[in-house]
């Protein structure tokens, strides 16, 4: 069934036709939402007995056509068993879990957003996507683009991009150009171009696209039993995604599925924070970190779009948002691989680095239940993983030498 809706500013609520082109809003230039006529809307999913998947919710997802998919969501909610030994013998209630959104398609969490951003560029009559990334978006964009079998145009911060996300960009044939400047910069650039050739602009400044990333919050309450975690805790980076999963969690609850909100937790690279200062200093705006540097590249953005979103997700939710230091992030990533098997990138582990800060600070509650999402796969990034682990030992191809390599 297609659901009612319309685009309204977040800012004055002027309403707009969906089928506008339009990604701010025209009259105050604020940012853009999709809101449903919810009591109008039948919702079964959380009746169905289908596989969680993103299109399982589909009943409030804004696209009318067969979308273009490749099995995105469905993504595992694992249990932390050892990382967190210590501090679950203390509070034995306390449950911690991981949402591993690594384990979409293209390796993160982009792929929800894309399935339906591109599915409605498609239905919309766009004919060339676009949009610049600190590498995960760009990935996800080639991949999708190429599927539904369109161009796309992709702008990185030249050098600053995992390699591993540079390669799907270009196996999947986007036209990528490596931009000599930041992510902030080549965002800017991106909306002109968008402008300018009517290129359909993909970065989460696009309502349609955080549609698709707000059903991480419906997997995770579909998979705790319609219960909703005490907080999430993810990464922050344009603040899309903070700002998309808070939002899902809202209408779950004015549908009267689930009765309650989790504390929206955002967590920052010490050098690209603009988002924890303006939480920290009560600021009604971000005041944009002008040369964002941090080894989770993901989130290496001074200027995020969606700040005005991801304000209110905290504050109105009772959440909290920090920083932490690349070597916390580096500690959090190894320690997730090694004592519970999930691989992440940097940017990922800096919710879990995050989520230890927290606890040993003290600043969350001992028998709180927790999700934190872990956002990007670790093969991302592989040059920052051979980087911070130990290198293998060369050994002679002869069995004593073996036998002393291993043992010695
Ligand atoms: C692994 O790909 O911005 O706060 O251009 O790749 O919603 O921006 C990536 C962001 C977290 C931050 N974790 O999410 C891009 C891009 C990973 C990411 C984020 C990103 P938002």
Known sequence: MTPAYQLQCIDCHATYDPAEIIYTCPSCGGLLEVVYDLPSIEIDFHRSGECRSVWKYRALLPVDIEPVTIQEGGTPLYRLRRLFREIDANSRSREIFVKHEGLNPTGSFKDRGMTVGVSKAIELGMR????????????????????AGIPAVVLLPGGKVALGKVAQALIHGAKVLNIRGNFDEALKLVRQVCDEYGFYLLNSI??????????IAFEIADELGWEVPDRVILPVGNAGNISAIYKGFKELKSCGITDSIPKMTGIQAEGARPVVDAIDRGLEAIEPERKPETIATAIRIGDPVNAAKALRAIRESGGLAISVTDEEIIDAQRDLASLEGIGVEP????????????????LIDADERIVCVTT??????????????????WVDADIEAVKKAVFG
């Open 206 to 215: 696009n309502p349609f696209r955080l549609e698709g990333q707000k059903t």
């Open 376 to 393: 990007g796969h670790i093969l991302k990034d592989p040059t920052e993983v051979v980087d911070v682990c130990a290198k293998p030992t």
């Open 128 to 147: 060339t996507v676009a949009c610049a990334s600190t590498g995960n978006t760009s990935a996800s964009l080639a991949t999708y683009a190429a599927r």
């Open 347 to 362: 940017a990922s582990a800096a919710s879990v680095a995050g989520m230890r800060r927290l606890i040993a600070e003290g």
